[in-house]
């Protein structure tokens, strides 16, 4: 059982930037480890996805080229560094491990599940 523990939410402006991170209880290494939200009235959706040693990352479009996903091993801590945000991006943020199915080479369903940290982003 791994726990993860989510911090670094807040409330920005649009354009503003935030550096969400992910703390593990447990060696991270072998684990692929992936971001998720959900927006008010909506599914909850896999935004970001690194494998185990960082040896690739994918993204979904709407924030390809605006988040970028990283994990630091050494320290059991995953991290998501968010910019340019705008309204759309505001939802609560999980992050989560073990990817048990892929869409588009991003997670879609894990094993392991934070208690998530909320973004709230204004016009």
């Known amino acids: 059982q791994v726990q993860l523990v989510e911090s670094g939410g807040g409330s920005v402006e649009a354009g503003g930037s935030l550096i969400l991170s992910c703390a593990a209880s447990?060696?991270?290494?072998?684990?692929?480890m992936s971001w998720f939200r959900q927006a008010p009235g909506k599914e909850r959706e896999g935004i970001a996805s690194?494998?185990?040693?960082?040896?690739?990352?994918a993204y979904i479009e709407p924030v390809r080229g605006r988040f970028k996903i990283s994990r630091d091993d050494a320290k059991n801590t995953m991290y998501l560094r968010m910019n340019d945000l705008t309204p759309e991006d505001t939802a609560m943020y999980y992050c989560?491990?073990?990817?048990?199915?892929?869409?588009?080479?991003?997670?879609?369903?894990?094993?392991?599940w934070g208690q998530g940290t909320q973004v709230t982003v204004s016009p």
């Open positions: 989560a491990a073990y990817c048990r199915q892929l869409s588009n080479g991003v997670c879609s369903e894990a094993e392991y």
């Open positions: 447990q060696n991270i290494s072998r684990y692929s």
């Open positions: 690194i494998s185990s040693r960082s040896r690739g990352t």
